[in-house]
């Protein structure tokens, strides 16, 4: 494909992101991973990116968030740690919009992987034990409860998916339930079942899946799947597994980390330099017939992938994309290429603290202009049309607290925080 290059995400984040995930709901692309910041700002694991600022979730987690997803209008992680928000909360916790709250006792192992399936939530990782009760790598919430599923799996999981109705699992296993699956294999709600021969080979474990052109892809460390010589990535049409292409280098250590649909592509990235002969650098794109790079690709691991606001989004241990600078995370768009954050001109807030109304004046109008108080779990508390460069807002309504202030023109933003006190 003919890229047209990466752009960095604010100051991007100072360790490694191990998760990316879109909350289409609060229109927030939720960050996990072993950072502590961005830039000069603290952040501790855990942040949400709203198109133009990183912004905190409390006092975030004490260790690595690996995977998020949405349960009954909360927001869950999961990962490797004992503490969210200061609170007990072993390896899983939920973000109700202003605090963070334990589920159940947790875990005696870090959850790698979650996702939400019939009105449970389903998380895999490389625990044995919830509390005291014994549960082997999955487990299932109900709300209220933890509950084994079936008999679990005999090692890690590290990727699930809901596809066609039923639970996809995969990871480092070869057995679930008792039955022969290695590596990959889904759930109907009270058996679990193979998928053909499953993985072989190399470390012969799946590490993510995603759909594309309506069949399961999976990626992963492995040589084979299902009989088929197929170097760390495959695709299940529901009765058999194929290659696609020739995959990526076979060298011990390279693996596939994740996979993403983005316009009718196939991305895919991990560790790895090459794929049927061509220099890829740990990104690679698949059209369904044959694989290209972006550019240069990464000078470090892409270890997730995420859809957000018709741009793709990638994480994980690097510090340029394409040539640019970019600390860890990166945006890409097929359309625009190269899409920088470009800031408005400071604006003013005054009084502040504000009271009772607070005026707030801008250097120019622009008739698309918005601008959005919201709090800082990215709540909108007020969004406003102005008619003129300076005007009064009414506060007086508000809890005191510390709010944002968000104006956007087009593709400028710019943000300040305005403290709400009396």
Known sequence: MNAQGCGPVGDGTNGTLHCLYT?????????????????????????????????????????????????????????????AGGSSCMNVAYWDGSTWQPMGPGFNGA???????????????????????????????????WAPVGGGCDEAVYAMLVHDGALYMGGHFEQCGGITCNGICWW???????????????????????????????????SNAGGTWAWN???????????????????MGDAVHTLCEYHGLLYCGGIF????????????????STWSSI????????????????VLYLGGEFTTADGTA????????????????????????????????????????????????????GSVVRTLRPNSTSFFVDVSDLVDGTYAVTVRDGKRSRTQRLPVAR
């Open 188 to 222: 109907d709600g009270s058996t679990y079942h193979p998928m053909g021969t499953g993985m072989s080979g190399m470390d012969h474990s799946v590490n993510t899946m995603c759909v594309y052109n309506g069949n399961l892809c999976a990626g992963g460390s492995f």
């Open 326 to 377: 970019a600390l860890n995370i990166a945006q890409y768009s097929t359309t625009t290429g190269l899409r920088p954050v470009l800031e408005m001109d400071a604006f003013g807030i005054y009084p502040v603290p504000a009271s009772t109304t607070v005026n707030i004046s801008l250097t120019e109008l622009q008739p698309n202009a918005v601008i959005e108080i919201s709090t800082l779990t």
């Open 23 to 83: 909350d289409t709901v609060h229109d927030h692309l939720y960050c996990g991973g072993a950072f502590t910041g961005s830039g000069g700002d603290p952040f501790n694991h855990v942040c949400w990116w709203n198109d133009t600022t990183f912004n905190p979730m409390g006092s975030g987690t004490n260790g690595d968030v690996f995977c998020a997803a949405h349960f009954n209008g909360n927001l869950c992680v999961g990962g490797s740690f004992s503490q």
């Open 233 to 251: 990535i495959a695709t299940w049409n529901g009765g058999a597994w194929s290659s696609l292409g020739g995959g990526w280098s076979g060298s």
């Open 273 to 288: 330099g090459d794929c049927d002969g061509m220099t890829v650098n740990n990104l690679g794109v698949w059209n369904g």
């Open 111 to 145: 959850v790698n992987c979650m996702v939400e399936h019939n009105g449970n939530l389903y998380c895999g990782g490389e625990f044995t034990l919830c509390g005291t009760t014994p549960m082997q790598h999955v487990a299932m919430w109900n709300g209220s409860a």
């Open 295 to 310: 550019g240069t690709g990464f000078d470090g691991q892409v270890r997730s992938l995420a859809v957000y606001n018709d």
